[in-house]
């Protein structure tokens, strides 16, 4: 049954953001991250649109932020050293248990792991040349999100851009979601949090219009398929 999807269910948590959530359920959660993100997430495009035109005129610097278990920032990685490309890739996440599993579990070595903020990133001097991130924007605290847009924003080298990429809070895409999780409750997915916690985030996410109205007027926000939206802004300038 489809819950009622007509207000934000900000309140609800997600189990995986809980101090005293089970470890070997978030580890096999951040392991099983990587088969959802090969279904729907949009790293691929990402990389032809605005990575690859990017790592064509110079070294290019990534940020993943709240990479979980930094399956994208590896496929990433890979990809550009697959194409020739000089890059250095990051991945943050607020959570060090993510971060410790996504160290632990990367045979490429390629992918430079960070815990904390954007905010301490930007104090370091750290630049980026495209800042990403993937599910993330539902998991930010209403008051905050705002900051985190600017803050992640404020990380772009000249002529960077900054993409955040989430699900969309529908009665489709929950049901969606629902129906294509449950044949596999018990088995690629039993002793993860990947499908209530999906579920949550869904009652968590923004609509299309929700985020439109969150985000500062110079950012773009746009629908993409499937069930997904899109938030980004460009630095001005170009590389030098
Ligand atoms: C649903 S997971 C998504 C992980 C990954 N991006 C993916 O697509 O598989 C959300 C991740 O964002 C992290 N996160 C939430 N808020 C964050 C923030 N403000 N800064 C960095 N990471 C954050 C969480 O710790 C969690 O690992």
């Given at each position: 049954?489809?819950?009622?999807?007509?207000?934000?269910?900000?309140?609800?948590?997600?189990?995986?953001?809980?101090?005293?959530?089970?470890?070997?359920?978030?580890?096999?959660?951040?392991?099983?991250?990587?088969?959802?993100?090969?279904?729907?997430?949009?790293?691929?495009?990402?990389?032809?649109?605005?990575?690859?035109?990017?790592?064509?005129?110079?070294?290019?610097?990534?940020?993943?932020?709240?990479?979980?278990?930094?399956?994208?920032?590896?496929?990433?990685?890979?990809?550009?050293?697959?194409?020739?490309?000089?890059?250095?890739?990051?991945?943050?996440?607020?959570?060090?248990?993510?971060?410790?599993?996504?160290?632990?579990?990367?045979?490429?070595?390629?992918?430079?792991?960070?815990?904390?903020?954007?905010?301490?990133?930007?104090?370091?001097?750290?630049?980026?040349?495209?800042?990403?991130?993937?599910?993330?924007?539902?998991?930010?605290?209403?008051?905050?999100?705002?900051?985190?847009?600017?803050?992640?924003?404020?990380?772009?080298?000249?002529?960077?851009?900054?993409?955040?990429?989430?699900i969309v809070r529908s009665?489709?895409?929950?049901?969606?979601?629902?129906?294509?999780?449950?044949?596999?409750?018990?088995?690629?997915?039993?002793?993860?949090?990947?499908?209530?916690?999906?579920?949550?985030?869904?009652?968590?996410s923004?609509t299309?219009?929700?985020?439109?109205?969150?985000?500062?007027?110079?950012?773009?926000?746009?629908?993409?398929?499937?069930a997904?939206v899109?938030?980004?802004?460009?630095?001005?300038?170009?590389?030098?």
């Amino acid at each position: 049954m489809v819950p009622d999807l007509s207000v934000r269910a900000s309140e609800a948590r997600e189990l995986m953001d809980a101090p005293d959530a089970s470890a070997p359920m978030l580890d096999r959660t951040y392991e099983r991250f990587a088969l959802v993100n090969a279904v729907v997430s949009p790293w691929r495009g990402l990389y032809r649109r605005d990575i690859r035109p990017r790592a064509r005129r110079g070294p290019v610097r990534l940020l993943d932020i709240g990479a979980g278990g930094g399956d994208q920032a590896r496929a990433l990685a890979r990809r550009l050293h697959r194409d020739g490309f000089s890059a250095q890739v990051w991945a943050l996440d607020a959570d060090e248990r993510a971060v410790r599993w996504a160290q632990a579990h990367d045979a490429t070595g390629e992918v430079r792991y960070r815990t904390g903020s954007l905010q301490e990133l930007a104090e370091a001097g750290e630049f980026f040349d495209v800042v990403y991130s993937n599910h993330v924007l539902h998991h930010v605290a209403d008051a905050a999100l705002l900051p985190f847009l600017e803050e992640s924003r404020r990380l772009l080298a000249p002529g960077g851009v900054v993409v955040h990429h989430d699900i969309v809070r529908s009665r489709g895409a929950y049901a969606l979601f629902a129906a294509a999780t449950w044949p596999f409750r018990t088995t690629v997915l039993a002793g993860s949090y990947i499908r209530e916690d999906g579920l949550t985030s869904i009652r968590r996410s923004y609509t299309v219009a929700e985020l439109k109205a969150r985000v500062p007027a110079d950012w773009e926000v746009r629908a993409r398929m499937p069930a997904r939206v899109e938030a980004r802004a460009e630095a001005p300038g170009a590389r030098a």
